[in-house]
């Protein structure tokens, strides 16, 4: 665990977050500043800086199931979503604290951002 890093407080229940989603290696939960109505965190309960920091492919493949899971659970599946994983810092990455965003609900438009 990252010493004062608030996802890895998160992902272990040291700030009583409502989680989504939870097993052995991910957890999710809602974002607290929502860009869409359904808009959920996906975080690795291990501490990685972002998506080049050598993330395991079995933390990479958990991450995607759980994607699928919530997609179907918050009814978005059908209708389509954005998976968002910001980089660093031209990415306005703030929490350094691997995630991935995931959005739905709304009409996201044919955009990138
Ligand atoms: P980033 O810009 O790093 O990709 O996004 C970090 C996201 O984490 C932001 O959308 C922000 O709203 C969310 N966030 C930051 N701190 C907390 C928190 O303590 N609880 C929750 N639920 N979301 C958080
Ligand atoms: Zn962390």
């Known amino acids: 665990m990252a010493e004062d890093c608030i996802f890895c407080k998160i992902a272990?229940?040291?700030?009583?977050?409502?989680?989504v989603y939870e097993d052995d290696l991910v957890v999710a939960f809602k974002d607290m500043n929502p860009q869409a109505p359904?808009?959920?965190?996906?975080?690795?309960?291990?501490h990685y800086e972002n998506i080049i920091d050598d993330v395991p492919a079995?933390?990479?493949?958990?991450?995607?199931?759980a994607v699928k899971v919530i997609a179907e659970k918050e009814g978005i599946a059908e209708s389509g979503f954005r998976v968002?994983?910001?980089?660093?810092?031209?990415?306005?990455?703030?929490?350094?604290?691997?995630?991935?965003?995931?959005?739905?609900?709304r009409d996201l438009g044919e955009g990138l951002v």
């Open 12 to 19: 272990n229940g040291e700030l009583g977050t409502e989680l």
């Open 38 to 46: 359904v808009h959920v965190l996906v975080v690795p309960k291990r």
């Open 58 to 65: 079995e933390v990479l493949k958990a991450m995607a199931d």
């Open 84 to 105: 968002i994983m910001n980089t660093g810092d031209a990415a306005g990455q703030t929490v350094h604290h691997l995630h991935m965003h995931v959005l739905g609900g």
